[in-house]
C-alpha cells in the first residue's frame, strides 16, 4: 500500500477503490476508515445522497450489512464547506455520482496533507467510463480494482448488467438508476448483454 510506495511516510494521497456492483467496493472503504479509527485518526466519511439503499442516507453500507456513519452529500462544494481543518482521513463513497469538480477537490485535500479514499464504480451499465471515475483513477497514488463473480459463469465479473423486467436493458436506458441486486447483476464481459435499439428491431423482423 501507501507505505510500501513512500518509505519516509507521505502527508497526503490518494487512493480509489474501484470496480463492480457487488465486488466489494464499499466493505473495503468501510474497513480502511476503521483502520484509520483504530489508529486514532479524524476521519470523515461522505456518500452521494442519490444511494439510500440498506442503511439510508446517513451510512455508507456494504452489501453484508456492515456499516459506517457518513454524511449525504450532493456536490464536491458540500464536501469541500464540511471537511474540518483537522481532519486527516477523508472518504467518500459512490464518487461515480459526483460532478468533476470531485477530481480537483480529491487533489486539493490530498495537496492540504490529507489521505483521501475513494471508492465507485468505475463503468456504468454499458460498460462504459462512468463519470469523474476515469479522471479520479489518474490522478490517484493508489488503485485497487475489484472484482465480483459472474452470476452466468462463474468468472471473475467486471460488468455491472442492467435488468428490467428480468431483461438486460437497453443501452439507450439512463446512465444513473440506482438499485441492488433486484436491477442488477455482476457479469464477465462475455455475459454481460446491453441491447441496442436497432438490434431490437432487427428481432422482430
Not at 470496480?19 to 466519511?45: D, H, N, P, T, Y
Not at 474540518?84 to 455520482?97: G, K, L, M, N, R
Not at 477537490?105 to 490530498?110: G, N
Request: proline share 4%.
Amino acid at each position: 500500500m501507501i507505505g510500501d510506495l513512500y518509505p519516509g511516510g507521505a502527508r497526503g494521497w490518494i487512493e480509489v477503490i474501484c470496480g463492480v456492483m457487488f465486488s466489494g467496493k464499499s466493505e473495503e472503504l468501510i474497513r480502511r476508515v476503521r483502520r484509520a479509527l483504530i489508529a486514532k485518526k479524524r476521519v470523515q466519511v461522505f456518500k452521494s445522497h442519490l444511494d439510500e439503499r440498506y442503511a439510508g442516507i446517513y451510512h455508507v453500507s456494504s452489501h453484508d450489512g456492515r456499516t459506517v456513519e457518513a454524511i449525504p452529500i450532493d456536490t464536491p462544494e458540500q464536501i469541500a464547506r464540511a471537511v474540518q481543518s483537522d481532519t486527516q482521513v477523508v472518504a467518500i463513497d459512490e464518487a461515480q455520482f459526483l460532478q468533476a469538480g470531485i477530481v480537483d477537490l480529491a487533489t486539493a485535500l490530498a495537496g492540504s496533507g490529507k489521505r483521501v479514499i475513494l471508492a465507485g464504480t468505475d463503468t456504468d451499465f454499458r460498460g462504459e467510463p462512468f463519470g469523474c471515475m476515469p479522471q479520479l483513477l489518474a490522478v490517484a497514488e493508489v488503485v485497487d480494482k475489484l472484482h465480483a463473480i459472474c452470476v452466468v459463469c462463474g468468472n471473475p465479473a467486471s460488468r455491472n448488467q442492467r435488468l428490467i423486467d428480468g431483461k438486460p436493458a437497453r443501452y439507450d436506458s439512463p446512465t444513473i438508476m440506482v438499485g441492488g441486486d433486484e436491477s442488477y447483476e455482476a457479469r464477465c464481459r462475455s455475459c454481460h448483454s446491453v441491447p441496442r435499439r436497432d438490434e431490437d428491431q432487427v428481432r422482430l423482423l
